[in-house]
């Protein structure tokens, strides 16, 4: 069981103030003041610091947080599995919706196919909430195509994508663009933020000192579907693995565009909390879901 001087640390690091940790946890300031100083006494560390009026965590502050959520993770893991039956498996994961709309289909019919007993809980959201969801334990691993932190989780390649961008074949270009920011006038259709899609776009604009708010209009669109049928139907242009619109691709309904200036690719990840106890299982799960 987590040690709940750990809980409060974990607490202050959520809302890096005393005070909101406090009211979260319904004890006092100066009691989760006595906890953090209790943890820097037993690890000889300073694990908060000031700039300014605002709370930050040292190195020694960060390299705890990330174990202390490994551990939650963990504890939160093996007390599921401990009140389950000794016949009941169950997979608890993530997919962002890039992954989820276009590999785990064919992913999960050959896992069950394999595994036909086994319980699957799947969420599908962007990589940010994902995140999210493994540091809080609601998760045990999740397939992602967004960006992470390699310090904060252990992971394994599925596979490398290119990224392009795409029009309806028959888009009404004044000019054939042949460079992205012949793209400028057009409306973009982009993910939500916290999408690693959208981030992979806003990282390759940002190297350049560009911007999305370079683009003249912007519709942003929470649904990968979505996006596909709006960019079929002429209503702008938009950047996506080359794997979500393949066979838009095949049918002629879309096309890329910018292919010589544009080279961008990207890994899908499997990922898990760094130094869980659980890495072994996670292992097998990433083979049979490649298998």
Same mark, same amino acid.
């Given at each position: #069981?987590?040690? *709940?001087?750990?809980?409060? *640390? $974990?607490?202050?690091?959520?809302? #890096? ?9 319904? @004890?006092? !300031? ?5 906890? @953090? ?27 705890? +947080? ?5 551990? #939650? ?23 962002? +919706? ?5 590999? %785990?289909?064919? @992913? ?13 809980? %799947?969420?599908?959201?962007?990589? =940010? ?19 992470? =932190? ?13 990224? @392009? ?8 270009? !004044? ?11 057009? +409306?973009? $259709? ?55 619109? &393949?066979?838009? $691709? ?5 096309? =890329? ?12 990840? *499997?990922?898990?909390?760094?130094? &869980?106890?659980?890495?072994? !299982?996670?292992?097998?799960? *990433? ?5």
């Amino acid at each position: #069981m987590l040690d *709940f001087r750990m809980e409060t *640390f $974990l607490t202050v690091c959520q809302f #890096m103030n005393f005070t909101r940790a406090s009211e979260k946890l319904n @004890i006092t !300031q100066p009691a989760v003041s006595q906890h @953090i100083h209790f943890l820097e006494k037993h690890y000889h560390a300073k694990l908060f610091r000031y700039e300014g009026r605002k709370l930050k965590l040292t190195g020694a502050g960060e390299i705890l +947080r990330n174990a202390s959520l490994t551990m #939650m993770h963990d504890e939160l893991s093996m007390r599921s599995e401990m009140q389950r039956t000794e016949e009941e498996t169950e997979l608890r994961f993530g997919a962002t +919706r890039t992954v989820g709309d276009i590999l %785990m289909g064919k @992913i999960l019919d050959r896992y069950v196919r394999a595994y036909p007993d086994v319980r699957v809980r %799947m969420l599908v959201e962007n990589t =940010q909430e994902l995140l999210k969801c493994l540091d809080e334990g609601t998760i045990d691993f999740a397939l992602v195509e967004g960006f992470f =932190q390699k310090s904060e989780y252990d992971h394994q390649k599925y596979s490398d994508e290119r990224y @392009i961008a795409v029009a309806a074949s028959d888009y009404p270009f !004044q000019k054939e663009p042949e460079c992205i920011e012949d793209l400028f006038q057009e +409306r973009l $259709l982009l993910r939500e933020e916290g999408s690693g899609t959208r981030e992979v776009l806003e990282r390759y604009l940002d190297a350049r000192n560009l911007s999305v708010a370079d683009f003249r209009r912007v519709m942003e669109v929470g649904s990968l579907q979505t996006i596909r049928e709006l960019t079929k139907a002429g209503c702008g242009i938009t950047f996506l693995y080359e794997t979500a619109v &393949s066979e838009e $691709l095949r049918d002629g309904t879309l096309r =890329q565009i910018l292919p010589e200036t544009f080279h961008i690719s990207h890994e899908f990840s *499997f990922i898990w909390r760094k130094g &869980s106890i659980y890495a072994g !299982q996670y292992r097998e799960i *990433f083979r049979n879901f490649q298998s």
